[in-house]
């Protein structure tokens, strides 16, 4: 019987000494025998050291501990860089996977060789490991066949849910994204590229247990900046604006990562077309809400780039001038037109009297 191939498992933690536990020991469980597990500790300072401490002296687990939390962005980045098997799983610290889990993607992944991902279905429990709901058939992703911008297309109008996200990735194609930016909806952006690369498959069973469910959209907006990651107010001058449209961000990055993926032009811009219209398609409602929610905060942001330094007030400016872009590219009904004319005067202000 010829060699199974191996699969780098990268298991990253912050603080999750009371889960992390549990989800090692859904990877121990694997009915695949070619496994290499690293357990990665993201600067935890509760128990989390002990915990992993326990399984270090295991065959085929190292541990990497970090001197400082990166942050969910940088912790998935290192989750496909780790290893360098042929095949790859990111793995969080509290959801738990089937013993079935990464021998079902395997089988999906070794009959497809063009397949770049396959994930599985997946259910939401409880912390009292009660099962409260699974996830419906749609959200599952099944971007095939040889049309890659379909591939990518199909991504952008129905990826909804983390199961689809967590799988096992052929890492010749993961070594072709692009570094993750910290922009809300960083995994949205992740997968619709990755479908330029690869299909993306799945199993139809709920062998992916996610543990009581999502986050709210704004919070986990917070969390994927620069500033939020390392716990700086994202309230003053000095912050990006644009966690405050999520759905507008996570929008825009689509439009950001499609016009520098290495394809012509027309098919690039082709992309960024079809992005705008799926996005507008899907969540209109909440877009429009969102550019009226910045078209009733920047008054005030505007104002306050009287009472900023020169250079303080350049920052600020660019970072108003990022949100007013998206907002206006996806959202033109909502006109914020005024409000760019407005903070281009005010941020020219300090520089004319500075010369």
Same mark, same amino acid.
């Given at each position: ?256 990562? %499609?016009?520098?993926?290495? #394809?012509?032009?027309?098919? !690039?811009? @082709?992309?960024?077309?079809? /992005? =705008? &219209? ?57 006109? %914020?037109?005024?409000?760019? #004319?407005?903070?281009?005067? !005010?941020? @020219?202000?300090?520089?004319? /009297? =500075? &010369?």
């Amino acid at each position: 019987m010829p060699d199974l191939p191996v699969v780098d498992v990268n298991l990253f933690v912050h603080d999750g000494a009371a889960t992390v536990g549990a989800a090692i020991e859904s990877v121990l469980a694997q009915t695949w025998p070619a496994l290499r597990l690293t357990l990665i500790d993201d600067g935890s300072t509760d128990a989390t050291a002990a915990v992993l401490a326990g399984y270090a002296d295991r065959p085929g687990i190292r541990t990497i501990r970090l001197r400082h939390n990166g942050g969910a962005v940088a912790a998935f980045q290192r989750g496909f860089w780790l290893g360098d098997a042929d095949f790859v799983m990111p793995k969080s610290a509290d959801d738990l996977i089937a013993p079935d889990f990464v021998a079902s993607c395997m089988a999906v992944l070794t009959a497809h060789p063009a397949c770049a991902m396959c994930h599985a279905g997946g259910l939401i429990f409880t912390g009292a490991d009660e099962i409260r709901a699974a996830y419906p058939p749609e959200h599952r992703l099944a971007a095939i066949g040889p049309d890659a911008p379909a591939r990518a297309r199909h991504v952008m109008a129905r990826y909804t849910s983390s199961p689809s996200f967590w799988g096992v990735y052929r890492r010749a194609a993961t070594e072709r994204l692009s570094p993750i930016r910290y922009r809300a909806g960083w995994d949205h952006v992740v997968l619709a590229e990755l479908a330029l690369w690869g299909e993306i498959r799945h199993v139809p069973d709920l062998l992916y247990w996610r543990r009581d469910g999502g986050r709210p959209v704004l919070t986990l907006a917070r969390a994927a900046t620069a500033q939020g990651r390392v716990g700086l107010p994202l309230d003053d001058t000095l912050a990006e604006a644009r966690w405050r449209t999520p759905l507008i961000t996570t929008a825009w990055a689509h439009l950001e990562m %499609l016009a520098a993926v290495p #394809l012509p032009h027309p098919v !690039r811009l @082709g992309l960024m077309e079809d /992005a =705008a &219209a799926i996005f507008r398609a899907r969540w209109l409602g909440l877009l429009r809400a969102e550019a009226a929610g910045l078209d009733a905060w920047l008054p005030a942001r505007l104002a306050a780039l009287e009472s900023c330094s020169p250079l303080e007030a350049r920052f600020h400016a660019s970072a108003l001038a990022e949100a007013i872009a998206a907002a206006g590219a996806l959202v033109p009904e909502v006109d %914020l037109t005024m409000h760019a #004319l407005e903070l281009a005067a !005010r941020a @020219g202000a300090p520089r004319r /009297a =500075a &010369a």
